[in-house]
Structure formats: C-alpha cells, structure tokens
C-alpha cells in the first residue's frame, strides 16, 4: 500500500532531480530501494500490527517517454491478524508520467497489491485480498493531487469494487535540504461506508549519509471498533512514524 518509505525515496530522487537539472539524463535508469519503518502505515492504517517492517523494491524509468515500472515489498500482519496467511505484500505498477504544461505535470498508470496465498475469500466477511487500482495526479511546483480508483474489490472487502482513494499533498523544499511533507487523503470504500475515514500526515525527510530519512506524524478517524488488532489496539491512531530507506 504504496507507502511511506517509498515516498521519501522519491522525494529525495525529485529533489536530486532539481539540484543537477543541467546534467542530462540517461535514456534508462534502474535503481533499488531497501528500508526499514517504525512501523508500515498505509493510507493512515497500520499494516503490520503496530511494529517496524522491513522494505525494498525496484524501479525502472525510460526518461525519453516518461514510461516506469517498478516493484515493491513489505512485511506485513494485517492478512494474518483477519484470519488468512501470509506476511508479505507484492506491490507491481507502471505508468507514465511528464508535463500537460511547463508548470503542471502529470502521472498516470496501474497499481496491483498482491498477498499471494491470502485466503481471505474462504473467511467469512471478506474476499480475497488481492487489489488493482489506477491512478491519476496532477502536479503544480510542490503541490499535487492525485486520486486512486479500484476496479477490483478493496483489500478484503466485500463488494468494494470502485473505491476510492484522494490524496493531497506538498512537498516543500525547506532550509539545509529539509522537505516538509503534507498530505490529507480520503478513503471511500464502496458499500462500506463505516470503514471510510480521512487521514493526515505531517512529516521532513532529509538525507544523511546517503540514506533517506523520515519522520512524520500520522493519523487518521477511522473508526475505533472496525480498525484493531487481535489484541483490540487501534490501527488508525496518532503516531510518530520513522522511515530509513537506501537508494542504489
């Protein structure tokens, strides 16, 4: 669910990307990611009962047409706290993205989720797991909209085909290359309204010896009794979110 520590690897990528605007760019780049969190929040709403998760994925651009594909993993518990199997998430995208004009871009393209073996369609009040969606953002200096859409069933839930995620956000360059990140985003679940909520994120990334870190405040108003662990903990609540993640 795509994901906190991949987002300040890109942060740090697009302000690499201003610093040596100058220095063309080779028609092809492959680059790899590994990280560690706190904990893997998605969306506001813990994936991994609370505690840190380990992270990495990989990721090809062709600068010319703007085309990329990439993949991306993670521990998880949320699968196997529903009474299904498996600990891993396998995130597969790609998409293309480029300028509608000189200060507006845009990104566009398809996102699967993968639990492979969940088995969460052979328990009662959920279907399987597995999840695609498409996106579309749009994009002015810092700023940027972007919103998901699901053309599969959401996560597990029942009939939830054509939800939808809006996220907005900023980026902003701050003094001694901090970046403050906000977002707000809404998750509508199609017939399962009492499982929509809002959340927020407040956060800096900054790079210290080659590595990008993040720390964030995060939360959301999903509801209390819906979103827990076994142990009957809040998934959604306030926290402090850190982030180390390492680009090659």
């Not at 509608?100 to 797991?129: C, E, W």
């Not at 919103?147 to 597990?156: A, E, I, W």
């Amino acid at each position: 669910m795509k994901k906190s520590v991949l987002a300040a690897a890109v942060t740090a990528t697009l302000l690499s990307s201003f610093a040596y605007a100058d220095e063309p760019k080779p028609d092809n780049e492959l680059s790899f990611n590994v990280g560690v969190a706190s904990e893997y929040r998605y969306r506001g709403i813990a994936q991994t009962r609370l505690d840190p998760a380990l992270q990495g994925g990989a990721d090809y651009t062709h600068n010319p047409s703007g085309f990329y594909a990439g993949t991306w993993l993670s521990t998880i518990k949320w699968v196997k706290d529903a009474g299904g199997s498996g600990d891993v998430e396998w995130d597969i995208y790609a998409g293309k993205k480029g300028e509608i004009t000189k200060d507006i871009s845009y990104d566009a393209g398809v996102l699967t989720y993968v639990y492979l073996s969940n088995g969460l369609d052979k328990i009662p009040g959920f279907v399987d797991a597995n999840t695609t969606e498409i996106y579309g953002q749009i994009g002015t200096g810092p700023v940027y909209a972007k919103y998901s859409h699901s053309v599969t069933n959401l996560f597990g839930f029942v009939n939830s085909k054509n939800s939808g995620y809006l996220d907005l956000g900023a980026n902003i360059e701050l003094p001694d290359a901090y970046t403050l990140n906000l977002h707000v985003g809404r998750q509508m679940i199609k017939n399962n309204s009492a499982s929509s909520y809002n959340d927020w994120k407040v956060g800096v990334t900054k790079e210290f010896f080659g590595v990008n870190f993040s720390l964030a405040a995060v939360g959301t108003n999903a509801d209390k009794k819906l979103y827990v662990t076994p142990a009957g903990k809040f998934t959604g609540k306030t926290t402090l979110l850190l982030t180390a993640v390492k680009t090659f």
